[in-house]
């Protein structure tokens, strides 16, 4: 099982980025992935999941009506479009997915936003 992060970069308050997980190892289309990020000094939190059809998503209160979550099955990758960035967006991002009771992460990826 691997998860593998990409996209994050520097950005301006009001930018926009595009984050996208792949995946391979298991059955993609089987389970629900999230997104998480961390900031410097804080702890994890969780950002958004998209279940394994992609029919619901769910989406933590800060970042409603700026994030999306999607999820392309064909080719086993999860994005998150990350528009209106803040500066209390910076956080390192990873992508997670319980696949037969373990919780896989991915390395993470960087997002900082910043003037």
């Known amino acids: 099982v691997q998860l593998v992060e990409s996209g994050g970069g520097l950005v301006q308050p009001g930018g926009s980025l595009r984050l996208s997980c792949a995946a391979s190892g298991f059955a993609f289309r089987n389970f629900a992935v999230s997104w998480y990020r961390q900031a410097p000094g804080k702890g994890r939190e969780w950002v958004a999941t998209?279940?394994?059809?992609?029919?619901?998503?769910n989406y933590v209160d800060s970042v409603k009506g700026r994030f999306t979550i999607s999820r392309d099955n064909a080719k086993n990758t999860v994005d998150l479009q990350m528009n209106s960035l803040k500066a209390e967006d910076t956080a390192t991002y990873y992508c997670?997915?319980?696949?037969?009771?373990?919780?896989?992460w991915g390395q993470g990826t960087q997002v900082t936003v910043s003037s």
């Open positions: 997670r997915a319980v696949v037969l009771q373990a919780i896989r």
């Open positions: 998209i279940d394994n059809t992609g029919g619901t998503t």
